[in-house]
Structure formats: structure tokens, C-alpha cells
């Protein structure tokens, strides 16, 4: 929490000049409903593209950026993100004995693709040990290639990866290796080559239980309650799905008796250059929801088993690592906030958001960039590390799961198509609500901005006097910079905030106004 020193506080009847189009009663119950879902204090996590892992780290000596940035939002919980180190270049990486850390090959970059991903790396065991310059308390998954079919290559890569983190420098550092996810979206190894024109789930299961043995054996993962455990399917959407592989008896072998968790992956849309992916379809109410509610059937299979389910990894737009346009811009940050809390609402336990180097849709850019995210052009001078808009979503979101560790959460019903509400109670007392106003505000948007009231109807009891309030502000949807969260700006050389915490107080018989393309937080 501010000090008084740092904290601003401020009665405000209109806190930007806007135009009231509607007002909105939403009942907020004083104690959590009987649906309501847990809040994991890794809610929001990253996965991180494997190949340029040490660019995240550092090498001789933690990469301080990201170090902060992962922070600040470990500090508003309680704990770090969790990380995935893994994707695509997981089933591309062979471990080398004679390699330090790593050698990778990349792809030309281009205008679509500035940053592609390696088609091949190599690694030592220098490279698993970088896992150190993590926060402490970080928990870890870390993949292996499954996409090779070579037993040898994944046992040596999981002996590296127990090797480090039985070192002292990684022991000391309160890094904690969770789980071993094997192969990354195995439905997919037809279209990459990595199997045969007709690859079936049937195949899949029977080839993972063969490695991921060799693996679960060499790492000494016997069963589920260990201390690291096995990650199951990391599919790719719904080509193959939990309850196919559960049918199929993976949960009854060796292996599947070590899984913990199951993974699938998600992506709102998959083209990223033709033209038809805009910003406005992201800040969509309805296409949030239907996008996560497909994933219901799995989840529920999941949960039948005792298993925890994720998405793995998941962003906005898949090909090209984002669009232009879309990925890097501010309106995108009220996406992952109604997306990853929604996903909560539904029993997703975590959201691991793919982040890599000059990646579009990234939450935080780690080291300096001599090209363009965007076109490839290049950069004189180069960009230095900074967080982009997505970055203020994990504030936001961390801000409202709080540090108990036992806050639970319920989506509001809020009868307004723009308009999304959640709310958070701890020790079964309502404690804070977040507000979010997809209504996109474009930096070609005329006249006054269209702002709604929101009233509040208190259910199953009463409530009344005054409540802090936050808030998320962008000045347009299209903008990829100048974002605030309670006044403060992220958007710093060291990864710190700047300036002071600006928090409002509103009578709670009066409500709250919430412009266009903003999101606001409530403590009650």
C-alpha cells in the first residue's frame, strides 16, 4: 500500500471532461456468490519464448529491467509470475555438453516478422542455470523437445535443467523449478513436419508416454504431489483435447500419474497481415467471453480428474508474434484485463501471456532494439528496454487479486455491452471491484468521449460512505504510450514507476464515472 507521502488523494466528481451517454445500477454482492472462482496470485504469468531465454535473465548478471518489472508485480501480490520457458523453440532445442549457455540460428527477419523465432538451438548447461536471475520466489516450468523424438536429447535436456537448479547459486536465489512440460503443441507437429501427414492423438499419447517416461525416470518425478511434477498436453487450441488424451489412458501411465496441470494454448485470432484483424474486434465484451467459454468442456474434464488447468500460453494475435496496430497498442491492455479475469471466473488458474525479443504483443521489451517491432526498419538510436501498453493490465489485475493469497473473485453482471465488472472478496467480505469500459476511444474519434455512470447496488446488505478508486488511464485505444495506473507512469528507463499515487475518493451513494477505453479499480 502508498505511504501518505506517496499518495495523492482526491474527491472527484468529473475526473475527465466526457460525455455521460448512460448510467449503469450494477449490484455488487457484499459476500462472494456460490460460483466464485479462487484467484491465484499468478494469475497473470509469462511464457517465454525459449531461444533468446538469456536476453530475459542476463548472462554475466541479472538483466535489471525485467528484474523490476517482474517485481512490481510480484510486490502487489505477494509472489512473482510464474514463467514458462518453452514454445515453439522448445521442440528445436538439442542439449550440447561442449555448449556454455547457447547457439542459435535464425531465420532472415522481414517486414511481417522483425524478430522471427530460431530455427535451431543449442544449449549447455549454463543456459538452464541463468534461471538465478529470476526474482526470488519465481516458480519455473521449463520445457523439453518432444518434437525430435530423440529420448536421449530430452533426458539430457531435463538432466541439465534438475542439474541447475540443484546448484547453490539457483537454490540461493529462491528460484523453484515446478513442473517439466514435454513437447509444445504436439497437435500441431503434422504442420511443422515434425510427424507424418496422418499424426493422430492416438500417437501422440503413446509417444509421450515414451519419453516423458525417460524423462519423469531421470528427473525422479514419480507422482502428481512431488515436489516438480509433470505439465500435461500443451495443445494448441482444441486439435486435440484433455478428455481425448484422459480416454486414451494417458493419466494411467507412468508418466500421466505425474501430471499436475494441463495446458492449452490460446490465441483470440491467428493472421496478422491481411488486413482484417483490428483493434476494435479485441475490445469486444461479447468475443472475449466466447472466446474463453469454448474451452469449458476441458476445463470441467480437467477438474473431474483433480488436475489444475491453465492456458499455458496465450496472447491476442498468434502469426507474426502480433499485429500492427493491435498488439502494442494501449487499448489492447483493457483486453487482458477483462480476458485474464474472465478466464478466472471460468476455473483457468493461470494465464501465461508469450512474451519474446521485439515481439508485438509483449508486456515488456527486455533488452534494446535496433529494428522496428513493427516493419522492421531500423532504429537510430535504438530502443532501449521499456514496458508496453499490456504491461499496465498486470497491474491492474495483480491490484485487484491482492497479497492474501485467498481472495476470490466473481464477474459482475453489468448490463451495458462495453462495460465488464469484476469483484474480489477476502475472508468472505467484498474488498475491491474493477470496472473496465472497452468503448474504443481511436485517436480519430470525434466529438466529446462517451463516459457512463455507474451506480451501486450493494446485495445482501447495505454499504455506504466512501471508497478509494483508481484508474487506468489512456488517452486513445490506438496510442502505445503514455498509459497511467493511479497516476503513476511505467514507461521509465529503470522499469520503476514514476510520480505519485493518485487515488480518488467517491461517496458510494453517488457512483463513479468511467470514460471510454478505461478501466477503473475500487477498494471498498
Not at 536465489?173 to 503443441?185: A, I, Q, R, Y
Not at 491482492?402 to 465488472?421: K, M, R
Amino acid at each position: 500500500m502508498p505511504t501518505p507521502s506517496q499518495c495523492v488523494l482526491a474527491i472527484i466528481v468529473a475526473p475527465l471532461l466526457a460525455h455521460i451517454v448512460g448510467a449503469i445500477d450494477v449490484s455488487v454482492p457484499l459476500t462472494p456468490p456460490s460460483g466464485a472462482q479462487t484467484l491465484s496470485r499468478t494469475l497473470l504469468s509469462f511464457s517465454i519464448e525459449q531461444d533468446n531465454w538469456p536476453d530475459w535473465t542476463g548472462i554475466s548478471s541479472r538483466n535489471e529491467f525485467v528484474h523490476t518489472t517482474l517485481e512490481n508485480l510480484g510486490a502487489l501480490t505477494g509472489q512473482p509470475p510464474k514463467i514458462r520457458v518453452g514454445a515453439n523453440s522448445e521442440d528445436r532445442t538439442v542439449f550440447s555438453p561442449t555448449v556454455d549457455i547457447n547457439q542459435d540460428e535464425f531465420p532472415p527477419a522481414n517486414s511481417t516478422t522483425p524478430y522471427p523465432e530460431a530455427d535451431s538451438i543449442t544449449v549447455g548447461d549454463g543456459y538452464y542455470q541463468l534461471s538465478r536471475f529470476l526474482p526470488s520466489g519465481t516458480h519455473m516450468t521449463w520445457g523439453v523437445n518432444l518434437g525430435a523424438d530423440n529420448v536421449t536429447n530430452a533426458v539430457n535436456m531435463i538432466n541439465s535443467i534438475i542439474k541447475a537448479f540443484e546448484t547453490s547459486a539457483v537454490q540461493g536465489s529462491g528460484v523453484v523449478l515446478d513442473l517439466v512440460e514435454v513437447g509444445n503443441e504436439p497437435d500441431f507437429y503434422e504442420l511443422k513436419g515434425l510427424r507424418s501427414s496422418n499424426w493422430t492423438v492416438d500417437e501422440y499419447v503413446t509417444d509421450w508416454i515414451s519419453v516423458a517416461g525417460s524423462v519423469a525416470q531421470a528427473a525422479g518425478i514419480t507422482g502428481r504431489n512431488g515436489p516438480v511434477s509433470l505439465q500435461g498436453a500443451a495443445f494448441a487450441e482444441q486439435d486435440f483435447t484433455p478428455q481425448e488424451i484422459f480416454d486414451l489412458g494417458i493419466l494411467d501411465s507412468t508418466p500421466g500419474k505425474a501430471i499436475s496441470v494441463i495446458s492449452q494454448h490460446h490465441y483470440s485470432t491467428v493472421p496478422c497481415d491481411g488486413g482484417n484483424v483490428v483493434l476494435v474486434s479485441f475490445m469486444d465484451k461479447a468475443s472475449i467471453r466466447s472466446n474463453l467459454t469454448i474451452f469449458n468442456a476441458d476445463i470441467a474434464a480437467t477438474q473431474a480428474q483433480g488436475l489444475t488447468y491453465i492456458l499455458g500460453e496465450t496472447n491476442n494475435v498468434a502469426l507474426c508474434h502480433g499485429a500492427t496496430g493491435v498488439s502494442e497498442t494501449a487499448g489492447i491492455a483493457l483486453w487482458v484485463v477483462d480476458y485474464t479475469l474472465q478466464a478466472s471466473t471460468l476455473g483457468i488458474r493461470e494465464a501465461f501471456f508469450h512474451q519474446g525479443v521485439g515481439f508485438k504483443y509483449n508486456f515488456i521489451q527486455p533488452v534494446s532494439l535496433n529494428r522496428s517491432i513493427l516493419d522492421n526498419s531500423p532504429l537510430d538510436p535504438p530502443a532501449p528496454p521499456h514496458v508496453q501498453p499490456a504491461y499496465y493490465a498486470g497491474l491492474v489485475i495483480n491490484t485487484l487479486i491482492g497479497s492474501t493469497g485467498a481472495s476470490q473473485i466473481t464477474e459482475l453482471t453489468v448490463d451495458d455491452s462495453n462495460v465488464s465488472g469484476y469483484a474480489a472478496f477476502e475472508a468472505g467480505k467484498l474488498v475491491r471491484a474493477v470496472f473496465v469500459n472497452l468503448h474504443p476511444w481511436l485517436t480519430t474519434s470525434t466529438d466529446a468521449r462517451p463516459s457512463v455512470h455507474i451506480d451501486f447496488a450493494f446485495a445482501g446488505g447495505s454499504k455506504t460512505g466512501t471508497a478509494s478508486v483508481r484508474r487506468l488511464v489512456i488517452q486513445h485505444a490506438d496510442d502505445t504510450a503514455n498509459v497511467t495506473w493511479a497516476g503513476q507512469s511505467f514507461e521509465t528507463s529503470s522499469g520503476a514507476p514514476s510520480g505519485s499515487v493518485v487515488m480518488e475518493t467517491v461517496d458510494l451513494s453517488e457512483g463513479l464515472d468511467l470514460p471510454a477505453t478505461q478501466a477503473v479499480l475500487v477498494d471498498f
